[in-house]
């Protein structure tokens, strides 16, 4: 399905086209996406929120300062739930007022708020939306890089004939769709890594980490939306493979090492998303370790650096490489990329409450030789599209 995994935001708006809006909702669903619905009060003397939450499977939301509301999922932690905003119907009023900045519901302020791309779809009568006015406003929102569908031509509920009614659920759930579909790294061949590794001790014992995989898998599927080839190398980690991924199972950091090595001639971006350990025992003891003294003592060795002899490898893949830290995160990251020679590096604080190993969430700041930027918390799936995108723009532009 090609909106699996997709949260979609559904803003519903007062205007006759709200009763669309019931089967839009079964065929974003239909089509595998996680569907939310948020209401103004115009919207609702058109159609009950009730009828949408049948169908949607969730809550709907209509107020802007609803305790019960939010105390589940508040409109700042909705904002940044959306992958994208899809306002259908959007009235001529409610354009209005998101071309002029209000903020004076729920609604138009998630939009403010949302990192997501936002889509209208208008319906209204075919002399308000011909009216200079409006026609200025939709021009505002499309510099402001708002994706206008529609609206169509036809007879309207009013009995006049023009331009101003919403596009079909149907056509709407397709242009949703392709909103995802970017083919930034069309034709790439993009290599990943993901998750811990596992430095065994003794046949039952070994030193590893927090590491969930997310990230890295959450990229993998990123890859793959945007067109790429990917082989992901992952760790000990219990996730689905993303469809079209080529899956490369480790334990070890020698492994993974080991695996890089095999593949990274035929790769045009590498990845390093693994928290790989940096050291493993000196020995590993055949059989199970008895507890026979207070104290233990362990030797480690130094393991490869797999990142580095990436950034070594001639011809080079676009490298980009991870700094998972819990202080001084941009310094430490600053010198992990001009040290190892990276193209670009993410960095995350993973002692941050809510955004550390294991998390769906994740913040993030991107550094790269002569510039950086700093992402807000939001979902790993959401971040790996932004991430992908930056990774393409900086790639092209050292191309260039």
Known sequence: MALTNRQILLGVTGGIAAYKSAELVRQLQKSG???????????QEFITPLTLQALSGNMVHTDLLDPAAEAAMGHI???????????????????ARLAHGHADDLLTTLCLATPARIAL???????????AATQDNVAQLRRRDMLIWGPAEGEQACGDIGPGRMLEPDALAELTVKAFATRLLEGKRVLITAGPTREALDPVRYISNHSSGKMGFAL????????????????????????????????????????VQERVRDCDIFIAAAAVADYRPEHVVDTKIKKQNDTMTLTLVR???????????RPKPFTVGF???????????????????????????????GIGFNSDNNAVTVLWRDGEMDIGERSKAQLARELIAIIERNMHLQIA
């Open 33 to 43: 996406a996680d569907v939310r619905v948020v209401m103004t009060k115009a919207a």
């Open 77 to 95: 932690e909705l904002a940044r739930w959306a992958d994208l905003v899809l306002v259908a119907p959007a009235s001529a009023d409610f354009i």
């Open 121 to 131: 779809a208008p319906a209204m009568n075919q002399g308000m939306w011909r009216d």
């Open 220 to 259: 993998a599927q990123a890859a793959v939306d945007a067109g790429a080839r990917v082989t992901l190398i992952a760790g000990p980690v219990a996730l689905a493979t993303p469809d079209h991924v080529t899956r490369v199972d480790v334990d070890s950091a020698r492994q993974m090492f080991d695996a």
């Open 303 to 313: 393991n490869p650096d797999i990142v580095a002899s990436v950034a070594q490898h």
């Open 323 to 353: 700094a998972a830290e819990t202080q001084q995160v941009k310094d430490y990251a600053r010198d992990k990329l001009e040290r190892k020679n990276l193209d670009m590096i993410i960095a995350n604080d993973v002692a941050a409450k």
